[in-house]
């Protein structure tokens, strides 16, 4: 005679797969977000220390080198690189939180129904 | 005498990787196959969703570390082509040692193709032949990674069958 508990529907079966992928996915995520983190802020320190510098001709990276140009242009090159990466940080943020609402929601679901049989920490 | 238990299926995968089979009732399963064949056959195709994982997670890799060659690529001949005078550059020679450099204004660049082949390029080409790089190396990362997220269900799927039919066995031999 089968105990209760190992008898699983479909849909919970759907239910704990999905939460391994959002776990999954949420790994990735917060890797990128640190990465991308340290980008902005790099930028950041990049622009502040040109406006303290105040030279007329900078050294801005490009690719894999370094090319001399002019005070402004490396002001808004930078400021736009710079945006483009707070967007993506604040996209990356987003995303986060609404993987770590559904792990919420599901992690209740299935500790509600399965209680002790099922552990979804991390180990 | 062991006989193949139907614990995977096609599936819709592009990639042709089999799906797990769900199966609702494990003790009629158990019933079915006996405990023994199927914990063993469970196991085989548990390892073999492992093995492929890791495969794909490597090639991903691959993938992720080649993106900043084609991107820094693009970078520089999108400058190139947007200057109308002659840039300074500071550039790496060799590891540890940068070396500077006046370059004139160029109507081409060349690229490098790998296989020790380089080919030369006027700027408009060089940028569309980089961005179709960029955008095949995209897409492969996004196969792989939809790749990626049905072989975590098949897993997960194959790990909840398993502890399963453990757990049955276990309480069936308790009953006993």
Redesign the interface.
């Known amino acids: 005679m089968a105990a209760p508990s190992l008898d699983i529907l479909k849909e919970d079966q759907v239910r704990i797969n999905k939460y391994s992928y959002l776990n999954m996915q949420n790994h990735e995520v917060q890797r990128e977000l640190k990465i991308n983190e340290e980008k902005v802020n790099a930028l950041q320190d990049a622009l502040d220390e040109l406006e303290i510098a105040m030279e007329s001709e900078v050294r801005i990276m490009i690719g894999e080198s370094f090319v001399l140009c002019s005070e402004e242009n490396a002001l808004s090159r930078l400021e736009k690189l710079r945006d483009v990466k707070k967007e993506e940080l604040n996209r990356l943020r987003a995303q986060a939180e609404i993987s770590q609402k559904e792990m919420n929601a599901l992690k209740t679901y299935l500790y509600a129904k399965f209680g002790s049989s099922i552990n979804l920490e991390e180990d | 005498m062991s006989q193949t238990i139907p614990l995977s299926q096609p599936s819709s995968n592009p990639r042709k990787i089999p799906s797990v089979v769900?199966f609702?009732?494990?003790?009629e399963l158990v019933a079915q196959y006996g405990a023994d064949p199927l914990l063993k056959q469970l196991n085989e195709l548990y390892s073999k969703y492992k093995f492929m994982e890791a495969q794909l997670q490597r090639s991903k890799q691959v993938l992720k570390a080649k993106l900043p060659d084609i991107t820094?690529?693009l970078?520089?001949v999108e400058?190139l082509q947007s200057t109308q005078e002659e840039?300074?550059?500071?550039?790496?020679l060799s590891d540890c040692i940068?070396t500077k450099a006046e370059i004139p204004q160029t109507p081409s660049v060349a690229l490098w193709l790998g296989a020790n082949v380089m080919l030369e390029y006027p700027h408009e080409e060089a940028i569309d032949l980089l961005r179709k790089n960029l955008a095949n190396a995209e897409s492969a990362l996004e196969s792989t990674d939809e790749d990626?997220?049905f072989l975590?269900?098949q897993?997960?799927?194959s790990e909840?069958n398993l502890s399963?039919v453990y757990?049955?066995t276990v309480?069936s031999r308790q009953?006993k």
């Open positions: 769900f609702e009732h494990v003790g820094n690529a970078e520089m400058y840039i300074k550059v500071d550039f790496q940068w990626l997220k975590k269900e897993i997960t799927t909840v399963r757990n049955y309480i009953g």
